[in-house]
C-alpha cells in the first residue's frame, strides 16, 4: 500500500509517496485524487520512497492521471528509484504523463525555480526496530531526539519477526536494528529471507546485543548482519554506526542507479531517463 505525506511549493502540491504500487490499489491512487478533489491544479509526485511498483500498480498511476485531466489538473513524477523506472520505461508511460529525474526539474516544469542552495525538506529515514527483550525502541528514541544529525529518524517497531517483515513488504526502510534476545533459528531464517529479495537486500541490519550475546558477534555477520551494537547503548556510537550504516544503504543505491542508467543508455543508444519528459 501507499503512505502519503503533502506539501506546497507556492501553487503546487508535491506529494510524497511511500510503500509499494500493487493489487492493493484498485483504480485511481486515493491520496492524489483528494488534492484534485479539493481543486489543486498543479502535482508533483514524489517517488522517491515507492520501493515497488507491479503492472497493477502502474495501471492505477494511469488511471489517476486521466482522473487529472478531468480535473483540468497537471501531474508530474519525479525521483523514481531504479526498479520503479524500469517498469515505466518498459510501459512507456511517456503517452500518459512527464518524469523527472528530480524534484527540481519537476518544479521547473511548473515555472518554479528553486535555487540550489534551498534544499528541500529533509528526508525522512525510516528505522525497523525488532525487539524481544532489550528495550531498544525507548533507548533509540531518547539516544537520537536531541542529536540534529538524527532527530529525523523514525523508529517504527516490531516486536515478531513475522511482523517486521509484513511491515519491509508495505514500507520502505533505511535500516533494521534486531534484538539478538531472538532464537537463532529466528535470525538465520529471517536475514536469509532480507538477503534473497531483491526488494529488501541491500537494507543494512545492525543487531544490538546484550553482554551475554556480543562473544557471538561473528555467528551474527556471517549470517547477513553488517554490523554490531552493544546494548545498552553508548549514545555517540550508537549515533555514529547508524549513522554509517544509512550513507552506506544511500552509496549502494547511487551505485545502483548509476548501473541502471549506464544499462538504459547502452540499450537505446542515448540519453538518460529523463528522456522520458
Given at each position: 500500500m501507499l503512505q502519503a505525506t503533502y506539501r506546497r511549493e507556492g501553487d503546487i502540491t508535491v506529494i510524497d509517496l511511500a510503500g509499494s504500487a500493487t493489487e492493493a490499489l484498485a483504480g485511481p491512487i486515493p491520496e492524489v485524487m483528494a488534492v484534485l478533489r479539493r481543486g489543486d491544479r498543479k502535482?508533483?509526485?514524489?517517488?522517491?520512497?515507492?520501493?515497488?511498483?507491479?503492472?497493477?500498480?502502474?495501471?492505477?498511476?494511469?488511471?489517476?492521471?486521466?482522473?487529472?485531466?478531468?480535473?483540468?489538473?497537471?501531474?508530474?513524477?519525479?525521483?523514481?528509484?531504479?526498479?520503479?523506472?524500469?517498469?515505466f520505461k518498459l510501459a512507456r508511460v511517456e503517452i500518459f504523463f512527464a518524469v523527472f529525474e528530480n524534484e527540481t526539474?519537476?518544479?521547473?516544469?511548473?515555472?518554479?525555480?528553486?535555487?540550489?542552495h534551498t534544499p528541500g525538506p529533509p528526508p525522512r529515514e525510516n528505522i525497523l526496530v525488532i525487539e524481544k527483550s532489550l528495550p531498544i525502541d525507548e533507548q533509540l528514541r531518547k539516544t537520537f531526539q536531541d542529536n540534529?544529525?538524527?532527530?529525523?529518524?523514525?523508529?517504527?517497531?516490531?516486536?515478531?519477526?513475522?511482523?517486521?517483515?509484513?511491515?519491509?513488504?508495505?514500507?520502505?526502510?533505511?535500516?533494521?536494528?534486531?534484538?539478538?534476545?531472538?532464537?537463532?533459528s529466528e535470525v538465520e531464517e529471517f536475514l536469509k529471507q532480507?538477503?534473497?529479495?531483491?526488494?529488501?537486500?541491500?537494507?543494512?541490519?545492525?543487531?544490538?546485543?546484550g553482554d551475554s550475546k556480543l562473544a557471538d558477534a561473528d555467528y551474527f555477520i556471517r549470517n547477513g548482519a553488517d554490523d554490531i551494537l552493544r546494548h545498552p547503548?553508548?549514545?555517540?556510537?550508537?549515533?555514529?554506526?547508524?549513522?554509517?550504516?544509512?550513507?552506506?544503504?544511500y552509496a549502494l543505491r547511487?551505485?545502483?542507479?548509476?548501473?541502471?542508467?549506464?544499462r538504459s543508455r547502452s540499450a537505446s543508444g542515448a540519453g538518460t531517463y529523463t528522456s522520458l519528459r
Amino acid at each position: 500500500m501507499l503512505q502519503a505525506t503533502y506539501r506546497r511549493e507556492g501553487d503546487i502540491t508535491v506529494i510524497d509517496l511511500a510503500g509499494s504500487a500493487t493489487e492493493a490499489l484498485a483504480g485511481p491512487i486515493p491520496e492524489v485524487m483528494a488534492v484534485l478533489r479539493r481543486g489543486d491544479r498543479k502535482v508533483v509526485i514524489n517517488m522517491a520512497a515507492v520501493s515497488y511498483v507491479n503492472s497493477a500498480g502502474l495501471s492505477s498511476f494511469i488511471d489517476t492521471f486521466r482522473q487529472a485531466l478531468r480535473h483540468d489538473a497537471q501531474v508530474v513524477f519525479c525521483n523514481l528509484v531504479p526498479n520503479v523506472l524500469k517498469v515505466f520505461k518498459l510501459a512507456r508511460v511517456e503517452i500518459f504523463f512527464a518524469v523527472f529525474e528530480n524534484e527540481t526539474q519537476a518544479l521547473q516544469h511548473f515555472g518554479v525555480t528553486r535555487s540550489a542552495h534551498t534544499p528541500g525538506p529533509p528526508p525522512r529515514e525510516n528505522i525497523l526496530v525488532i525487539e524481544k527483550s532489550l528495550p531498544i525502541d525507548e533507548q533509540l528514541r531518547k539516544t537520537f531526539q536531541d542529536n540534529k544529525e538524527t532527530a529525523n529518524y523514525k523508529i517504527t517497531p516490531a516486536p515478531t519477526i513475522e511482523e517486521a517483515l509484513n511491515w519491509l513488504k508495505t514500507k520502505p526502510f533505511h535500516l533494521v536494528i534486531l534484538d539478538a534476545s531472538f532464537n537463532y533459528s529466528e535470525v538465520e531464517e529471517f536475514l536469509k529471507q532480507l538477503r534473497t529479495d531483491h526488494q529488501m537486500a541491500k537494507i543494512p541490519v545492525i543487531v544490538a546485543a546484550g553482554d551475554s550475546k556480543l562473544a557471538d558477534a561473528d555467528y551474527f555477520i556471517r549470517n547477513g548482519a553488517d554490523d554490531i551494537l552493544r546494548h545498552p547503548f553508548n549514545r555517540f556510537e550508537a549515533s555514529a554506526r547508524v549513522r554509517n550504516a544509512i550513507t552506506l544503504l544511500y552509496a549502494l543505491r547511487k551505485e545502483d542507479s548509476n548501473v541502471d542508467r549506464l544499462r538504459s543508455r547502452s540499450a537505446s543508444g542515448a540519453g538518460t531517463y529523463t528522456s522520458l519528459r
